[in-house]
């Protein structure tokens, strides 16, 4: 959740093939009250190997809510958030 609770950011994994080896680890942002999704943010395809699942994808925000922040297996990455109307 941000911090004043508007926006709710949810990880997830694309599957580029069914049970495919390539994964694209990605974050839904909601505007929390609408339910309305924002925009989805990817990282790099993660390759994995005998369908095994490799890591997870952790969004967070900073304090003041002007950037989000996703972290995985390809690094850190930050995402300057659109001022609020």
Known sequence: MSPRGNFMAVSSYDWARPHGAEARPAVTLYEVGSGQIVTTVTHDPVRVEKDRFLGSLIPSFSPDGQYMFT???????????????
């Open 71 to 85: 972290s995985g297996l390809d690094g850190t990455k930050a995402w300057r958030m659109l001022p609020e109307d």
